[in-house]
Every structure is written in C-alpha cells, then in structure tokens.
Nanobody
Framework: QVQPVESGGDSVQAGGSLRLSCKVS?????LGWFRQTPGKEREGIAA?????????TYADSMKGRVTISGDKWNKIVYLHMNSLQPEDTAMYYC????????????????????WGQGTQVTVSS
C-alpha cells in the first residue's frame, strides 16, 4: 500500500525559506505537492516522476520560488520554497499517483489517489 507522509512544516517570517519532505512507502510513478487553505480550492504546486532525475512539473504561479527534487532510492521527495509570503500560509499535502504520459506527472489533484495528512506552513509578516 502506498502511503505518503509529509514533514517539515513550520512557522516562518516573510521572506524566509522552508524545505518540506514527503516519504512514500510502496511504489508510485509520481509524487505531487499541493496546498489548501480553508475556503479555497486545493492548488497544485509541483510534481515529480520518481524514477527520473529531471522530470518535474510546476504550476506557473510557483515557478522560480519552489523546487521539487527526489531521492529515489529512499523514496523521499522534497519541496524547497523560497521568498515565502503570508499568502503561502496553508496546509501542504503530498500525494501519490500514476503517470498518464511517459514520465510526465500532472499537478491536477484529481489524478492522485493516495494523500498524506498534510503539514502546516504559516508565514507571518
């Protein structure tokens, strides 16, 4: 059974950085990072194909501020976030899902079938 487990959420000042981690048990093609705040729709951030060194997908709104990377041997995916702002405050989720096209992972949450419990990121001004 595939089960993602997130960690690394914290409270930081605006302008700061964080690295979130997601460790997954079992086999999955893709791991994606998403975030959600109460009253808002879930937002896809980035996704990575677990068995390739350079196959990742980013939301246009997040490009340049986040980097997704993977340790395929230990099945851990990291989300590095820079220049954090109060609007980045959210619960961040990691999810496992299939690759529908050759080594391409989507950031559409509906494509993912196993979700972690989330890790809270709070950014204060």
């Amino acid at each position: 059974q595939v089960q993602p487990v997130e960690s690394g959420g914290d409270s930081v000042q605006a302008g700061g950085s964080l690295r979130l981690s997601c460790k997954v048990s079992g086999y999955t093609d893709c791991l994606g990072w998403f975030r959600q705040t109460p009253g808002k729709e879930r937002e896809g951030i980035a996704a990575i194909y677990m068995y390739s060194d350079d196959t990742s997908t980013y939301a246009d709104s997040m490009k340049g501020r986040v980097t997704i990377s993977g340790d395929k041997w230990n099945k851990i995916v990291y989300l590095h976030m820079n220049s954090l702002q109060p609007e980045d405050t959210a619960m961040y989720y990691c999810a496992a899902g299939p690759s529908r096209r050759w080594r391409v992972c989507t950031i559409q949450g509906s494509e993912y079938y196993e979700w972690g419990q989330g890790t809270q990121v709070t950014v204060s001004s």
